[in-house]
């Protein structure tokens, strides 16, 4: 009798969580079918998902000590605060510790012999990140939050991943290479350049609706549309790191 009860939410929630996850999951295969040179190890891109997931537990530690900081020395509400906020706070906290978790995992694979690799790795932790964030939303939220984020905070995940898996894979290969200080160097872009573009698609979408409109709509078309390009140029031009 109980079982009956709780059937329909049961169903429903489940409906939800699919909504949150097959978006994630359809990004996924396309990153993973553009690398033509040599596929990835399944198990490697699976603790590469884990470890997007966990990220999302360190950048919410970081990001409630972040704001608590934050709000002890700038008005609330400002905005400087909401800049602030927005591109350091959220947009540094999430995608550095995305970078963290899957350097830990991917940096000294032997898988990690193309170019290419980095966008893989980077696309598919923060699509991992964007899962289990998009579950919670949903769940908290409903349905039309899933149809939304599916269109705009999933692929903007991905997006974010796009960029940070290009610098990433440069840095590699110029580590293999021994050039030490370049490979730092883009290292750094490879969180700063993702944050920035964080920072600019969720300040852009907490703006006014009748701003809002005028801004949002036309940046995150074009985001997506040169991370597509980008995606397809990298994997054309893919190469196996010296």
Known sequence: MFYYL???????????????VIPAVILMIKVYKSDHIEKESPRLLRKLIIAGILSTLIAMIEERIGQWILSSFVKENTQLYNILLYFVVVAISEESSKYLMMKKYSWNSPDFNCQYDGVVYATFTSLGFALWENIN?????????????????IPGHACFGVFMGIFYGIAKKYHNRNHNFLSGIFRFFSIFVPA??????DYIATLQDTQKAWYFVPFVAVLFVVSYCVVNKSAKKDRYID
């Open 6 to 20: 709780i059937e329909p939410i049961l169903v429903y929630n489940w409906i939800l969580v699919l909504a949150a």
């Open 137 to 153: 939303y949903v769940l908290s939220y409903g349905f039309s939050t899933a149809i939304v984020r599916a269109i705009t905070a």
């Open 196 to 201: 920035l573009l964080h920072g600019g698609y």
